[in-house]
């Protein structure tokens, strides 16, 4: 157990601030020892320690990349069939308004104290142990499940051109496989540069959609039609879902919500990267700031349009519907065919496996840094905390790699079934990972306003304070505990759907049964709000912050000012 000891106070933003540190079994201190201190969830020692390699216009260009992906190319298409354009409009513009509080909740840890071990440590450190825990292994089961599946969905892509008939889809697979154990081998410098030209690939394709379907709507395709917002009046806005009427509307509506929560999940992914990234004061809350206009830009935007030039109706759409993978699945190919478009297809469909292998390259670097979290942490073997040369987690890398294989599990018809349960799993777990970091950031700010320590103090501060996170918090639980509601209505397919409805709730009493277990074995208790730790290993972050800005300071007055930086900074960087 960890005793509370009381040190002196100081004064942080002219008010005299309280300040509590734990002393843990694990922690000694660097001055009597001469060797750095170790830290539970900030690592310092140089066989644990992340190396810093994420620049800026990395950590800002994975934030939105990370979202960007099958889920916004091609899931959109089976929510128009089934609500309408009206209800993926609303859909898409309320989860990413939650999105958006829930990566300035984010930023706000991030920014006062940049852990190792991510938005686990911060769970653990102002909430709760148990609730870290929790956090942090079906955070880590949600993308060793995920990875294997998006491997699985590339070699599905690649049959539009090569069907399985002619080579075998776990060919792929394993060449998939191989590569992003490999680009994640390489250290996080080739990492970051690699995630960095595939994300700007990705933003650059859906720019590209995105103008493509406002050229539609205004009549600029092969057929010369401007639809308007022809679709939203015939066959309407709106598409009744179970019942008739208001009510069929409004669940129609509410279905599109798990569409819109799928397609957006992985955006908190840049709390995974704040152990390596270089100056993450500043550059964790200024790609938090840049994704509520990201989120304006490329998604609402997107099936706005989608909206305009595909009705739900559509035949076409239908069919996509049924296809598995690639280009046939895309809402935005039903579009180019109805516009008389012949060879956009499979360039479209070659942007969704660059997507997809992106998706694949980043999970697995998610899943090996949040084991390693969890290891730093204390909640999992140190030996997963163990990191190379290069600040590779290799222990956490490789067995977490080991999952990707997985994926074979898809060349058999059967066992695609059972994966999808799997998969349908994983969905409510990012929905838990949401409310946890909202859990947490309503502990965090109870303990800032119990020490005293004001906004000013404070490197960013989340725009809507704890009222925003209250509201969020209460929306995504709604979102879990209603998300999988047509599951209770037998009529839908005359039988209840009793794989579905276990698949898509059993993720809650898991991630009960983790919190109140841990509780039981460790007997650990809440962080009451006097006792949060706010500055335990806060001034090795801070020397490392001054020592960037004189490296930076040094290089700039060496090198002079460059404009085309700035320009890039005030007027593109926002978009990319």
């Keep these: 157990m960890s005793e509370v000891k009381r040190t002196s106070s100081s004064n942080e933003g002219g008010r005299d601030v309280e300040k509590s540190q734990y002393s843990v079994a694990d ?65 898409y513009t309320i989860v990413g308004f939650l999105v958006f509080i829930v990566m300035a909740a984010l930023g706000e840890m991030a920014a006062w104290l940049p852990m190792s071990a991510g938005f686990t440590g911060y769970a653990s450190r102002f909430c709760d142990p148990s609730l870290g825990f929790a956090l942090g292994w079906t955070y880590w089961f949600k993308y060793i499940i995920v990875t294997p599946n998006q491997l699985t969905a590339a070699a599905l892509v690649i049959q539009y051109w090569l069907p399985p008939e002619r080579v075998n889809p776990g060919v792929f697979i394993a060449i998939f496989l191989v590569v992003i154990v490999c680009i994640n081998y390489f250290g996080v410098r080739f990492f970051g540069e690699f995630e960095f030209w595939l994300s700007s690939f990705k933003i650059i394709t859906i720019v590209a959609v995105i103008l493509l379907a406002f050229v539609l709507a205004c009549g600029g395709g092969p057929d010369h039609d401007p639809k308007g917002f022809r679709y939203w009046r015939d066959p309407g806005a709106f598409k009744p879902y179970i019942m008739k009427g208001a009510t069929g509307n409004f669940l129609g509506f509410w279905s599109t919500m798990v569409t819109a929560t799928f397609a957006y999940l992985g955006t908190e ?57 690639g280009a046939s699945a895309s809402p935005f190919v039903v579009a180019i065919k109805i516009a008389g478009i012949s060879v956009l297809p499979d360039i479209l469909n070659a ?26 942490d204390g909640s999992a073997p140190a030996i997963f905390k163990r990191t190379d040369r290069r600040g590779v987690p290799i222990y956490s890398l490789g067995f977490s790699a080991c999952f990707g294989l997985l994926a074979f599990m898809n060349v058999s018809k059967d066992a695609k079934t059972v994966f999808g349960y799997f998969v349908n799993l ?55 505990l209603t998300k999988n509601f047509d ?40 962080i009451k709000p006097l006792e949060a730790d706010f500055y335990t290993g806060k001034d090795i972050i801070d020397r490392e912050e001054e020592e960037f800005l004189a490296r930076k300071a040094a290089k700039m007055e060496t090198s002079g000012a460059n404009n085309a930086g700035w320009f890039y900074r005030h007027f593109v960087s926002w978009l990319f």
């Excluded at 898991?510 to 208790?525: A, D």
């Design 27 to 91: 922690e000694y201190d660097s001055a009597a020892a001469g060797t750095p201190a170790r830290i539970r969830g900030l690592e310092t020692d140089p066989h644990t320690k992340l190396h810093r390699g994420l620049r800026a216009r990395h950590i800002t260009m994975i934030a939105i990349g990370g979202a960007i992906g099958t889920g916004l190319i091609i899931g959109t298409g089976k929510a128009l069939a089934q609500a309408g354009p009206g209800s993926i409009f609303m859909s």
């Design 269 to 325: 992914l840049v709390g995974v990267t704040v152990g390596e990234a270089q100056n993450p004061r500043k550059v964790i809350p200024r790609a938090i700031k840049l994704t509520f206009y990201r989120i304006l830009f490329f998604y609402v935007l997107s099936v706005f349009f989608i909206g305009m030039i595909v009705p739900y109706n559509s035949p076409d759409l239908a069919f996509a519907n049924k296809a598995q993978a």
């Design 351 to 376: 942007c969704i496996l660059v997507f997809v292998f992106s998706a694949s390259n980043s999970d697995l670097y998610i899943a090996s840094r949040t084991l390693y979290g969890l290891a730093s």
């Design 426 to 480: 994983t969905t409510i777990f990012g929905l838990l990972t949401w409310i946890s970091i909202l859990t947490t950031h309503v502990w965090f700010l109870r303990a800032r306003k119990a020490q005293g320590i004001p906004n000013s103090a404070m490197p960013y501060v989340a725009p809507l304070g704890i009222y925003g996170t209250y509201f969020a918090l209460g929306f995504c639980i709604l979102i879990a």
């Design 487 to 526: 599951v209770f209505v037998i009529s839908i397919k005359g039988y209840f759907d009793y794989a579905t409805f276990i698949t898509s709730y059993l993720g809650i009493p898991l991630y009960l049964i983790l919190i109140f277990g841990h509780k039981i074995v460790t007997k650990s208790k809440g």
